[in-house]
């Protein structure tokens, strides 16, 4: 049974940082593409960065280029996202997904396999 559990959401003030986690189990983590996603409520779930299997590659939302960098540690299961400089409009629920595939990254959320049941961050102003 695939889990992607995420962790580290919280309260933040606008301009401060935090990194959000996402531990991986039941499945062969280093060949799949992964991705954080974010939702607000009412609205559609977007993209905000890519990895690929392998961590040699990723891709960002431009609303995420220059302040957030996704990494993975294959060895560990795990991927991460650390935001920096973040702004209120930055406030949604943040989910892990995982996509298998012969693509490098994946920015669609229909292309995704597996999700998260998010963790939530909010961003004050």
């Known amino acids: 049974q695939v889990q992607l559990v995420e962790s580290g959401g919280g309260l933040v003030q606008a301009g401060g940082s935090l990194r959000v986690s996402c531990a991986a189990s039941?499945?062969?983590?280093?060949?799949?593409?992964m991705g954080w996603f974010r939702q607000v409520r009412g609205k559609e779930r977007e993209f905000v960065a890519a990895i690929s299997w392998s961590g040699r590659t990723t891709n960002y939302a431009n609303s995420a280029k220059g302040r957030f960098t996704i990494s993975r540690d294959n060895a560990k299961n795990t991927l991460s996202l650390q935001m920096n400089s973040l702004k209120p409009e930055d406030t949604a629920v943040y989910y892990c997904?995982?996509?298998?595939?012969?693509?490098?990254?994946?920015?669609?959320?229909?292309?995704?396999?597996?999700w998260g049941k998010g963790t939530l961050v909010t961003v004050s102003s």
């Open positions: 039941g499945l062969t983590f280093g060949t799949y593409g």
């Open positions: 997904a995982a996509a298998r595939g012969p693509g490098g990254y994946y920015t669609d959320p229909a292309d995704m396999n597996y």
